[in-house]
Every structure is written in structure tokens, then in C-alpha cells.
């Protein structure tokens, strides 16, 4: 194997759950502006250790061309994650854990500007998709020798990133992660990926926060930024 190729893996899967695990022990604030950045940084360095790899390393993480089949990929993909939200939420009554409103990071999030949510939106959707489905699958599947042992690893990796939210809500994250890596393994495009994980982060981040502000459930966004 590689060895920049491992060392890249490493960065792609390990990365993002350590800078998650350091800002926790120093509690400090999941969302602030040099953590996105941190997430940026690992992507471009999972870009770039690929191109130097594979001459045709825009096939290996399924960036090529996209065309409407693409989007309507990525929107039924995003259609079906977002129709398991009322299943989460029986689940969690039953277990008798709270609701995702009114989870601290939820709720951190949605305190936030528009337009940094919208930053923030964008660089999960791009960087999350980079880093376990480009990297983790397209890379992996051939680390590996095996697309499902590199799916499985990835998003085991996804899934422990998001430690943050609390247990109850990684069950959303679990079956989210698994309909993008099957979206990745069906489409071969990454850029399908991107797509539906901004549609189901824009649902959750952009959409929820305002319809639950009218309610009065939350507070107004007020934060410019993290």
C-alpha cells in the first residue's frame, strides 16, 4: 500500500474526530470559524494526495462531469433521509431521550447569523462528502481491496465525529451516513453527495431553526458568528 495514501486515510477519518475530541477536552466551541477551516484543510490535503497518486484521480473520488441525473440522484437520496426524521423521533421518545431541538449543539447552531449557518452548510456538505465518501469509499475501496469494509470503516469514522450531538441523535447520523455511502457506491459521483447532504444540512440548519423561531420553541438567531 502507499504510504501517502495511508497517511491520507488517517487525515480523511481520523482527522475531524480528533479536532472534535481537542475542542471538546478544552471546551471550547464546536462551530467557530478555525474548526471549519481545520475541515477545509483536510479536505484539500485528501484532494491533493489523490491527484498525486492516481492520474485519474477525478474518477477514483467521482468528480467528473454531473448532469440532471446527478441532482435527481442526490434529491431523492436527501428525500429519503429526511422521511426517516418522524421514525428518529418516535425512537427517541421511546427511549425517553430529548428531541433534537433541544439538543446543546442544536441549539448553539441555530443561535447562529444566516448566512454563517449557511457557511456552515456548505463546508459539511463538501468537506464531510470529501473526506468519508471520496477519500474514505473511493480511495479506501482500493486500500482495502473491498468497497464494503471501506464503507463500513468510513462511516463508522462519520458516525464517532458527530460524538458531539449526543448519543440518541447518532442514529439519524447512522442511517444519514449509510444512504450517502450507498448514494457514493450506486451514483460513483461525489458531487451527488455533496448535493443531498446540503439538502438534508440546509433542512436541518437553515429551514428548522426558522420555522421553530416562529414558534417560539428557540431563540432568534442573534450570533454573527461562532
Not at 22 to 48: D, E, H, T
Not at 175 to 192: D, N
Amino acid at each position: 500500500m502507499s504510504t501517502p495514501l495511508l497517511v491520507g486515510m488517517l487525515l480523511a477519518l481520523v482527522g475531524p474526530l480528533l479536532m472534535n475530541v481537542a475542542i471538546r477536552i478544552a471546551g471550547g466551541a464546536s462551530f467557530r470559524p478555525w474548526s471549519r477551516v481545520v475541515l477545509w484543510m483536510l479536505a484539500a490535503c485528501a484532494f491533493a494526495v489523490v491527484a498525486g497518486s492516481y492520474p485519474n484521480w477525478q474518477a477514483v473520488v467521482g468528480v467528473q462531469l454531473f448532469g440532471i441525473s446527478t441532482v435527481l440522484a442526490a434529491t431523492v437520496a436527501a428525500a429519503c433521509i429526511l422521511a426517516t426524521w418522524p421514525l428518529i423521533q418516535l425512537l427517541q421518545r421511546a427511549v425517553g431521550a430529548s428531541e433534537i431541538t433541544n439538543n446543546s449543539s442544536f441549539r448553539s447552531l441555530a443561535s447562529y447569523a444566516f448566512p454563517y449557518r449557511v457557511f456552515l452548510v456548505a463546508t459539511a456538505a463538501v468537506t464531510e462528502e470529501v473526506l468519508y465518501r471520496g477519500y474514505g469509499i473511493g480511495v479506501g475501496s482500493m486500500l482495502f481491496n473491498s468497497t464494503a469494509v471501506a464503507v463500513a470503516v468510513s462511516l463508522a469514522f462519520f458516525v464517532a465525529a458527530h460524538f458531539r450531538w449526543g448519543f440518541a441523535h447518532l442514529l439519524w447520523v447512522l442511517i444519514a451516513g449509510g444512504a450517502l455511502s450507498a448514494l457514493y457506491v450506486i451514483s460513483e459521483s461525489l458531487i451527488a453527495c455533496i448535493i443531498a447532504h446540503a439538502i438534508v444540512d440546509a433542512v436541518g440548519l437553515l429551514l428548522a431553526p426558522a420555522l421553530l423561531s416562529r414558534r417560539k420553541q428557540i431563540a432568534p438567531a442573534v450570533r454573527s458568528e461562532v
